[in-house]
């Protein structure tokens, strides 16, 4: 820690400062001149780790004096990247990844707008901490070695000696540990660890998908051994320090497939007009010990990932759809968010309290909408419970209309649904759907998560926060540009409000392009992330915000959990206080990364078996919307949200992007192409490798001169 205290101390000396020798350093420290070795082992650890920089003098600086940056390396769609640094992202071209892989600390050297004139660009000029050491690739078989040829990011290829070719065949996906990374002289050089199969079996993709993120469906033997030496019978002790609720008709509402059911709510109305409404969580933090085998591994994993064919668990199925598992007619361990909220919506008083309860009915998001639509067999077969979800829609309702009166940003977008058939192949594509009993639960959730948050941070107890900061300026002004395309205008960019943003996105509504500027916006806005400062959430225009409901899922959820469990009987003490300020900063950095990791990963294995489907569609028409450009290609989107584009070079004519119009223009004819703009594209080529998919506006399809 006291080293720690010192680096910061020699970079506060360091700005803007000539760089110095060992025996300055040592004296601005207040080291021992006689430890002379020791105190060089500990300035080169710096210098290993990228804290520091030497010149041909040997005298010691920060990177940033020498022009150089530290940040981690952030690699999008395998076709360029960003370094993320605690204030900015720098963009990577592809010539510029080195031998950097996603997730790798890296010193960057800025190539382009160093001087403040236009976006900076950079290029990776040391990797200082590797991620992982294994890469994913196809193997190039040859009599007396091999190359593997990376699918992803890594841009060379590795040498694999004979005696490390395992039995590997010639053109299988295999895993490669690296030896040696590669220098001006020599290749990388690695050994085959692991044969997956044939790279173009959609299964295969995604099982290098996971192992080249470095995730897996499997837990350690002991981890398991430890899920499954939990009593699964509740005893009657545990029973009587708890809140009894059986007495409710707790329901709870969920997807039609989904088995880790981890919150569970009742609505009663008042005789004072008033609602109660309980939101009751899995109690997972009184299963899962801190710092058991189960803690740590939770805790590694961050979340569970939902890919498009298999979920990896957070916790074991023994847990997940188990023990905490909220399945009907059982009784089950809650942590109770239970609130008292008024017919304008504020909540007049929160409790929190640990409570035993007993589902009346497993219900879907299909079932409750059908008892919304007043259909007959619905409403006779959940007799017990209409009355309960009609109160739920009506507070549902008065929640969201005082998220809509402050702001919040309802960004509803399309989400594609892969359906898949037991063979594993997709038998159809739809729209995600989001009907009133989507949203009763998301009301739900964020008012019990608002609620727990605005009482965490009175109660001023260090925890964790999920907070959305306000937009980059810079961004803005991009975002106002293009939007300017569309007749719309933001007249700040400094003190933005999510207000702004919501009634332009109304207004689209009604335009009928809604879903090019819903995403333009989301693409001009910061990720959530978590944090121990509370600084709100901009998209929900909230003050106080925090995960709670899904600690089954979420290791954030979890967190919060013992934290809060801190409080009910009173206030953390001293040393407990000391444990969360100390731990939370590092916990916190590390769940937002899983997170990001997470919606990476569901989105690749979604693509794949997208491009998969498209595969045999070449040739078919669609009706598809125009929703981005660069300066060789249009990007479309169809109306079943398959993304493609049309790459402009394979064209008869000359095609050039007009960045003041934000437009594509035929030099030779005229014709414009607009974001927005509704077009018939024709299928040309779907590829696997690439994971992506190529057509053409169907009224110049004959001129197509392309590879299908």
């Given at each position: 820690?006291?080293l720690?205290?010192?680096?910061k101390?020699?970079?506060?000396?360091?700005?803007?400062?000539?760089?110095?020798?060992?025996?300055?350093?040592?004296?601005i420290?207040?080291?021992?001149l006689?430890?002379?070795k020791?105190?060089?082992?500990?300035?080169?650890?710096?210098?290993?780790?990228?804290?520091?920089?030497?010149?041909?003098r040997?005298?010691?600086n920060?990177?940033?004096?020498?022009?150089?940056i530290?940040?981690?390396?952030?690699?999008?769609k395998?076709?360029?990247?960003?370094?993320?640094?605690?204030?900015?992202?720098?963009?990577?071209?592809r010539?510029?990844?080195?031998?950097?892989?996603?997730?790798?600390?890296?010193?960057?050297?800025?190539?382009?707008?160093?001087d403040?004139?236009?976006?900076?660009?950079?290029?990776?000029?040391?990797?200082?901490?590797?991620?992982?050491?294994?890469?994913?690739?196809?193997?190039?078989?040859?009599?007396?070695?091999?190359?593997v040829?990376?699918t992803?990011?890594?841009?060379?290829?590795?040498?694999?000696?004979?005696k490390y070719?395992?039995?590997?065949?010639?053109?299988?996906l295999?895993?490669?540990?690296?030896?040696?990374?590669?220098?001006?002289?020599?290749?990388?050089?690695?050994?085959?660890?692991e044969?997956?199969?044939?790279?173009?079996?959609?299964?295969?993709?995604?099982?290098?998908?996971?192992?080249?993120?470095?995730?897996?469906?499997?837990f350690?033997d002991?981890?398991?051994?430890?899920?499954?030496?939990?009593?699964?019978?509740?005893?009657e002790?545990?029973?009587q320090?708890?809140?009894?609720l059986?007495?409710l008709?707790?329901?709870?509402?969920?997807?039609?497939d989904a088995?880790?059911?981890?919150?569970?709510?009742?609505?009663?109305?008042?005789?004072?007009?008033?609602?109660r409404?309980?939101?009751?969580?899995?109690?997972?933090?009184?299963?899962?010990?801190e710092?058991?085998?189960?803690?740590k591994e939770?805790?590694?994993?961050?979340?569970?990932?939902?890919l498009?064919?298999?979920?990896?668990?957070?916790?074991p199925?023994?847990?997940?759809?188990?023990?905490?598992?909220?399945?009907?007619?059982?009784?089950?361990?809650?942590?109770?968010?239970?609130?008292?909220?008024?017919?304008?919506?504020?909540?007049?008083?929160?409790?929190?309290?640990?409570?035993v309860?007993?589902?009346?009915?497993?219900?879907?998001y299909?079932?409750?909408?059908?008892?919304?639509?007043?259909?007959?067999?619905?409403?006779?077969?959940?007799?017990?419970?209409?009355?309960?979800?009609?109160?739920?829609?009506?507070?549902?309702?008065?929640i969201?209309?005082?998220?809509?009166?402050?702001?919040?940003?309802?960004?509803d977008l399309?989400?594609i649904?892969?359906?898949l058939?037991?063979?594993?192949?997709?038998?159809?594509?739809?729209?995600?759907?989001?009907?009133?009993?989507?949203?009763?639960?998301?009301?739900?959730?964020?008012?019990a998560?608002?609620?727990?948050?605005?009482?965490?941070f009175?109660?001023?107890?260090?925890?964790?926060?999920?907070?959305?900061?306000?937009?980059?300026?810079?961004?803005?002004?991009?975002?106002?540009?293009?939007?300017?395309?569309?007749?719309?205008r933001?007249?700040?960019?400094?003190?933005?409000?999510?207000?702004?943003?919501?009634?332009?996105?109304?207004?689209?509504e009604?335009?009928?392009?809604?879903?090019?500027?819903?995403?333009?916006?989301?693409?001009?806005?910061?990720?959530?992330?978590?944090?121990?400062?509370?600084?709100?959430?901009?998209?929900l225009?909230?003050?106080?915000?925090?995960?709670?409901?899904?600690p089954?899922?979420?290791?954030?959820?979890?967190?919060?959990?013992?934290?809060?469990?801190?409080?009910?009987?009173?206030?953390?003490?001293?040393?407990?206080?000391?444990?969360?300020?100390?731990?939370?900063?590092?916990?916190?950095?590390?769940?937002?990364?899983?997170?990001?990791?997470?919606?990476?990963m569901?989105?690749?294995?979604?693509?794949i078996?997208v491009?998969?489907?498209?595969?045999?569609?070449?040739?078919?028409?669609?009706?598809?919307?125009?929703i981005?450009?660069?300066?060789?290609?249009?990007f479309?989107?169809?109306?079943?949200?398959?993304?493609?584009?049309?790459?402009?070079?394979?064209?008869?004519?000359?095609?050039?992007?007009?960045?003041?119009?934000?437009?594509?223009v035929?030099?030779?004819?005229?014709?414009?192409?607009?974001?927005?703009?509704?077009?018939?594209?024709?299928?040309?080529?779907?590829?696997?490798?690439?994971?992506?998919?190529?057509?053409?506006?169907?009224?110049?399809?004959d001129?197509?001169?392309?590879?299908?």
């Amino acid at each position: 820690m006291k080293l720690d205290k010192d680096l910061k101390k020699l970079k506060e000396a360091l700005v803007g400062s000539k760089s110095l020798g060992q025996e300055e350093i040592t004296k601005i420290l207040g080291w021992s001149l006689k430890l002379k070795k020791e105190n060089r082992e500990i300035l080169q650890k710096w210098v290993t780790d990228g804290e520091l920089m030497t010149n041909n003098r040997g005298k010691y600086n920060t990177p940033e004096n020498f022009g150089f940056i530290k940040g981690e390396f952030s690699l999008i769609k395998g076709k360029f990247a960003f370094v993320d640094t605690p204030t900015e992202g720098i963009f990577i071209p592809r010539s510029g990844f080195g031998t950097a892989l996603d997730g790798d600390v890296v010193l960057i050297k800025i190539t382009k707008g160093a001087d403040g004139t236009g976006k900076k660009e950079g290029e990776v000029v040391k990797v200082l901490k590797r991620e992982r050491e294994t890469i994913i690739g196809i193997l190039q078989k040859r009599d007396n070695f091999g190359f593997v040829k990376p699918t992803h990011s890594f841009g060379r290829d590795i040498y694999i000696p004979k005696k490390y070719l395992s039995m590997a065949e010639d053109g299988e996906l295999v895993m490669v540990h690296v030896d040696f990374w590669g220098d001006e002289t020599r290749k990388p050089e690695g050994k085959i660890v692991e044969t997956i199969g044939s790279p173009y079996d959609t299964d295969n993709m995604i099982k290098a998908l996971i192992l080249r993120e470095g995730k897996s469906e499997d837990f350690p033997d002991e981890v398991v051994a430890e899920a499954r030496a939990i009593p699964t019978v509740i005893s009657e002790e545990e029973i009587q320090k708890r809140k009894d609720l059986r007495n409710l008709p707790i329901i709870t509402i969920d997807g039609d497939d989904a088995k880790d059911l981890d919150d569970a709510v009742y609505v009663e109305k008042l005789s004072n007009g008033n609602f109660r409404l309980v939101v009751a969580i899995a109690d997972v933090g009184h299963y899962i010990a801190e710092g058991s085998g189960l803690d740590k591994e939770a805790e590694k994993r961050g979340n569970s990932v939902y890919l498009v064919d298999r979920v990896l668990p957070m916790f074991p199925r023994e847990i997940s759809n188990g023990i905490c598992s909220l399945n009907p007619r059982e009784d089950k361990l809650v942590f109770v968010c239970d609130m008292q909220i008024d017919p304008k919506g504020k909540i007049i008083d929160t409790e929190t309290y640990k409570a035993v309860i007993k589902t009346a009915h497993r219900m879907t998001y299909t079932n409750v909408n059908k008892i919304l639509a007043r259909e007959p067999e619905f409403v006779e077969q959940y007799a017990d419970i209409k009355d309960m979800v009609d109160d739920m829609f009506e507070l549902s309702k008065i929640i969201r209309e005082v998220k809509y009166n402050r702001g919040s940003i309802d960004f509803d977008l399309p989400e594609i649904k892969v359906v898949l058939g037991e063979d594993k192949k997709v038998k159809y594509l739809k729209n995600r759907e989001r009907g009133e009993a989507e949203r009763i639960i998301e009301d739900f959730m964020i008012s019990a998560n608002e609620a727990v948050a605005e009482k965490l941070f009175w109660l001023e107890i260090p925890s964790v926060y999920r907070t959305h900061e306000k937009p980059d300026p810079e961004r803005i002004k991009t975002l106002n540009e293009t939007l300017g395309k569309f007749g719309y205008r933001l007249h700040s960019f400094e003190d933005i409000h999510p207000k702004k943003f919501q009634k332009i996105i109304e207004d689209s509504e009604e335009r009928g392009i809604n879903m090019i500027v819903h995403k333009m916006i989301l693409m001009s806005l910061k990720q959530a992330r978590y944090a121990m400062e509370n600084i709100g959430h901009f998209g929900l225009s909230s003050n106080y915000y925090t995960h709670f409901t899904s600690p089954i899922r979420r290791y954030s959820d979890l967190l919060v959990h013992r934290i809060l469990a801190m409080t009910l009987d009173g206030y953390p003490n001293k040393k407990e206080i000391s444990k969360l300020n100390r731990e939370l900063p590092e916990v916190t950095a590390h769940i937002s990364k899983t997170e990001r990791e997470a919606m990476k990963m569901e989105d690749e294995s979604i693509k794949i078996k997208v491009v998969e489907y498209m595969m045999d569609k070449i040739g078919e028409v669609y009706k598809a919307t125009v929703i981005g450009f660069s300066n060789k290609k249009i990007f479309f989107e169809t109306e079943e949200y398959v993304e493609c584009f049309w790459d402009i070079t394979t064209a008869r004519n000359f095609y050039e992007f007009d960045e003041a119009l934000y437009a594509m223009v035929d030099k030779d004819t005229g014709k414009i192409y607009n974001l927005g703009d509704k077009i018939e594209i024709m299928i040309v080529r779907a590829d696997l490798n690439m994971l992506e998919v190529e057509a053409i506006p169907n009224e110049l399809h004959d001129e197509y001169s392309g590879k299908r």
